[in-house]
């Protein structure tokens, strides 16, 4: 008789971009979801022990990057436009992690975030992959929330 439920891992095909609370663009891939820090290191001269202290530095958070097949929707162009003709134009967005009912179970929020590279499709006469275009945003601050069980 089992003696606990069942946890699976949730799966990684599941997943919603949000930009601005407007899910405009339907990604088949992102990645770059992370967070890092600096280790600052100190000694006062008066420390009784012969090493120093570990503190927490500046935050640093990966570049998102997202993938998606080519469509008729240039809003990605457009964004990247006005960023590239001097525009502060930054948004907020998110990224939920669904379950199998695709109900939202996790979010990574980022803020302040711009298109800093675009690219277009890798074309090749012989192939029959669809067109895709990769767009990478830089964002200031990554958080992450998981919805109440």
Request: hydrophobic share 35%; net charge negative.
């Amino acid at each position: 008789m089992a003696t606990d439920t069942r946890k699976d891992p949730f799966r990684g095909f599941n997943f919603l971009v949000e930009i601005d609370g407007v899910t405009s663009a339907s990604f088949s891939e992102v990645s770059g979801v992370a967070a890092d820090g600096d280790t600052v290191e100190y000694r006062e001269g008066t420390d009784a022990i012969n090493s120093v202290r570990k503190l927490p530095g500046l935050r640093k958070f990966t570049n998102i990057v997202c993938k998606r097949g080519y469509t008729t929707n240039d809003d990605l162009w457009r964004w990247y436009q006005r960023i590239y003709d001097g525009q502060d134009d930054r948004r907020d967005g998110t990224i939920t992690l669904l379950n199998e009912e695709r109900k939202a179970v996790m979010h990574w929020n980022f803020t302040k975030a711009w298109p800093n590279k675009i690219l277009g499709p890798s074309l090749k006469a012989t192939g029959n992959e669809v067109a895709i275009e990769e767009m990478e945003l830089v964002h200031e601050t990554l958080s992450f929330e998981r919805e109440p069980a």
